[in-house]
């Protein structure tokens, strides 16, 4: 048998390349066939509760980070870790619970404080989530990420620092790129409210240029991926039968928000999940792409350009599926179980998911499509890697006109469009179509959702969706017309 050492060094090569299940059984069997010292032990089960994360395993996560916490409970980064987990689980309790341990225990517990004003944010509890952000920016005062999400909850915040402090900090930050991306934001908001809209997209295009910057080798690797995989892919999966976990589906309702950043689709995932019918919301979850890459990664990459078909084992996939699905908190029961998933790119997997979920229904989200291009530029969305340019999000923008043309056509009695405009202007009658759409009982409540105690939302809508639904402004964005002049030619769709 190997020894430790040996089997460790193959679970770091193997989570370096992402073969994180062989990672895990390589990681279990030195906790479960060898006696460790104190330090290694607690390295080892650091190492695989990281792992199982990226499995999605959240109830194991919380399994070995407790083992953790039972040798060593005063550790502030692992509270911090085990709160960030029970955010997963969406046990916003428990999380917060947790973030409070942690900076109980470490105060200057930088990291732990932000998480914490955050969670609050999300919760609308914007008096509470301010009072945790300034704590972390008297840890830090050069931290403009902090000072941004600030600015989010209270407009004045930017305007009680000393602004010249902030562009000095840009010049000097050196490769501090997220924050940098920050303060370009927070001077871009500036500008904005100036109605100087040539200098705030000097400061919107500094800000994406650092914002892709702070994760460039990741950034580059989900373009090629959004970009040159799955549009050129998609269509060839050639679905192998299902043979397995068949009853398990057969009472799952599952309801799939599709669309574009910046469609309406928050406001259309909050009035779903505010009726009377038990819907366990879950976000965006990347789940369906998360479970294709970690199936099927080899033949997605595979680089012969004249690939005729894809196997796709349905099977495999929905066993991952079921097992994520599990960890938050949807049960399979005898009788009807509706759930919302609001990862947005699944416009591409429609025909993968229907195999998988035969009950499936989609709502499709869209907006004036100047707009939503406009919306998606000027919002702080770093986590999205084809949003940092004008040129990028009109390329993605085309691969999606294209592809929910086809599904529109294709499955057309499984998905739904939604015009934000139409929803806005007549919110009863738009949401009593989704819901007998989706077969659920509509009543009143589902249009009132910002009157919800427990109202959570971790999108950039979070905050404008506490006001209710306000009618679309068409002329909001109507001062950045220049930014797309010069790519009206090759697209006709971008034309007024």
Same mark, same amino acid.
Not at 60 to 84: H, R
Not at 178 to 185: D, K, R, V
Not at 457 to 478: H, L
């Given at each position: 048998?190997?020894?430790?050492?040996?089997?460790?060094?193959?679970?770091?090569?193997?989570?370096?390349?992402? +073969?994180?299940?062989?990672?895990?059984?390589?990681?279990?069997?030195?906790?479960?066939? %060898?006696?460790?010292?104190?330090?290694?032990?607690?390295?080892?089960?650091?190492?695989? /509760?990281?792992?199982?994360?990226?499995?999605?395993? %959240?109830?194991?996560?919380? $399994?070995?980070?407790?083992?953790?916490?039972?040798?060593?409970?005063?550790?502030?980064?692992?509270?911090?870790?085990?709160?960030?987990?029970? @955010?997963?689980?969406?046990? #916003?309790?428990?999380?917060?619970?947790?973030?409070?341990?942690?900076?109980?225990?470490?105060?200057?517990?930088? !990291? /732990?404080?932000?998480?914490?004003?955050?969670?609050? *944010?999300?919760?609308?509890?914007?008096?509470?989530?301010?009072? =945790?952000?300034?704590?972390?920016?008297?840890?830090?005062?050069?931290?403009?990420?902090?000072?941004?999400?600030?600015?989010?909850?209270?407009?004045?915040?930017?305007?009680?620092?000393?602004?010249?402090?902030?562009?000095? #900090?840009?010049?000097?930050?050196?490769?501090?790129?997220?924050?940098? /991306?920050?303060?370009? %934001?927070?001077?871009?908001?500036?500008?904005?409210?100036?109605?100087?809209?040539?200098? *705030?997209?000097?400061? @919107?295009? +500094? /800000?994406?240029?650092?914002?892709?910057?702070?994760?460039?080798?990741?950034?580059?690797?989900?373009? &090629?991926?959004?970009?040159?995989?799955?549009?050129?892919?998609?269509? +060839? #999966?050639?679905?192998?039968?299902?043979?397995?976990?068949?009853?398990?589906?057969?009472?799952?309702?599952?309801? =799939?928000?599709?669309?574009?950043?910046?469609?309406?689709? !928050?406001?259309?995932?909050?009035?779903?999940?505010?009726?009377?019918?038990?819907?366990?919301?879950?976000?965006? !979850?990347?789940?369906?792409?998360?479970?294709?890459?970690?199936?099927?990664?080899? *033949?997605?990459?595979?680089?012969?350009?004249?690939?005729?078909?894809?196997?796709?084992?349905?099977?495999?996939?929905?066993?991952?599926?079921?097992?994520?699905?599990? &960890? @938050?908190?949807?049960?399979?029961?005898?009788?009807?179980?509706?759930?919302?998933?609001?990862?947005?790119?699944?416009?591409?997997?429609?025909?993968?998911?229907?195999?998988?979920?035969?009950?499936?229904?989609?709502?499709?989200?869209?907006?004036?499509?100047?707009?939503?291009?406009?919306?998606?530029?000027? *919002?702080?969305?770093?986590?999205?890697?084809?949003?940092?340019?004008?040129?990028?999000?009109?390329?993605?923008?085309?691969?999606?006109?294209?592809?929910?043309?086809?599904?529109?056509?294709?499955?057309?009695? +499984?998905?739904?469009?939604?015009?934000?405009?139409?929803?806005?202007?007549?919110?009863?009658?738009?949401?009593?179509?989704?819901?007998?759409?989706?077969?659920?009982?509509?009543?009143?409540?589902?249009?009132?959702?910002?009157?919800?105690?427990?109202?959570?939302?971790? !999108?950039?809508?979070?905050?404008?969706?506490?006001?209710?639904?306000?009618? $679309?402004?068409?002329?909001? $964005?109507?001062?950045?017309?220049?930014?797309?002049?010069?790519?009206?030619?090759?697209?006709?769709?971008?034309?007024?």
């Amino acid at each position: 048998m190997e020894d430790y050492i040996q089997l460790i060094n193959k679970a770091k090569n193997f989570y370096k390349i992402n +073969k994180f299940e062989e990672a895990k059984i390589s990681l279990l069997k030195v906790i479960n066939n %060898f006696e460790l010292e104190s330090k290694i032990k607690l390295n080892i089960l650091l190492l695989l /509760a990281d792992t199982l994360s990226k499995l999605n395993n %959240f109830q194991d996560v919380k $399994y070995y980070l407790f083992e953790y916490q039972k040798i060593n409970p005063n550790n502030s980064g692992v509270l911090n870790m085990i709160a960030n987990n029970f @955010l997963r689980m969406k046990d #916003f309790k428990k999380a917060e619970d947790y973030y409070l341990k942690s900076v109980s225990i470490n105060e200057k517990n930088e !990291t /732990a404080l932000i998480n914490l004003a955050i969670l609050l *944010e999300n919760l609308g509890r914007n008096s509470e989530s301010l009072k =945790f952000y300034k704590k972390a920016l008297n840890l830090n005062p050069k931290n403009l990420s902090v000072l941004y999400n600030m600015s989010k909850l209270d407009k004045k915040i930017p305007y009680n620092q000393d602004i010249p402090n902030i562009e000095k #900090f840009i010049k000097f930050g050196k490769d501090e790129y997220f924050n940098i /991306a920050s303060g370009y %934001f927070l001077l871009a908001k500036k500008e904005n409210e100036k109605k100087n809209f040539k200098k *705030e997209v000097f400061f @919107l295009e +500094k /800000a994406n240029h650092y914002s892709f910057k702070s994760k460039d080798k990741v950034n580059k690797q989900a373009l &090629n991926y959004w970009f040159e995989i799955i549009p050129n892919k998609f269509d +060839k #999966f050639y679905f192998l039968e299902q043979t397995k976990n068949q009853n398990k589906i057969e009472n799952m309702f599952p309801i =799939f928000i599709i669309g574009l950043p910046r469609s309406g689709s !928050t406001v259309t995932e909050q009035i779903i999940s505010s009726g009377k019918n038990e819907i366990e919301d879950l976000g965006e !979850t990347n789940l369906i792409n998360w479970s294709l890459l970690n199936t099927h990664r080899n *033949e997605l990459f595979e680089e012969q350009s004249n690939i005729d078909k894809i196997e796709v084992d349905i099977s495999i996939i929905l066993k991952k599926l079921l097992n994520s699905y599990k &960890n @938050l908190n949807v049960s399979i029961k005898d009788k009807k179980v509706f759930f919302l998933d609001k990862s947005l790119e699944n416009f591409y997997y429609v025909d993968l998911i229907l195999r998988i979920f035969p009950n499936a229904k989609f709502i499709h989200t869209h907006r004036d499509i100047r707009d939503n291009v406009f919306a998606i530029y000027k *919002e702080f969305l770093s986590q999205i890697s084809w949003s940092h340019s004008i040129n990028d999000i009109i390329r993605y923008v085309d691969n999606y006109l294209k592809v929910i043309e086809k599904q529109l056509v294709k499955n057309e009695k +499984k998905i739904l469009s939604i015009s934000l405009e139409d929803l806005t202007k007549n919110p009863k009658r738009i949401s009593q179509k989704i819901y007998e759409f989706c077969n659920l009982d509509w009543d009143e409540n589902c249009i009132n959702f910002h009157k919800r105690d427990d109202l959570f939302s971790k !999108t950039a809508s979070s905050n404008q969706i506490r006001s209710g639904i306000k009618v $679309y402004d068409k002329k909001k $964005y109507e001062d950045y017309d220049f930014l797309i002049k010069d790519f009206e030619k090759d697209f006709e769709w971008l034309k007024s």
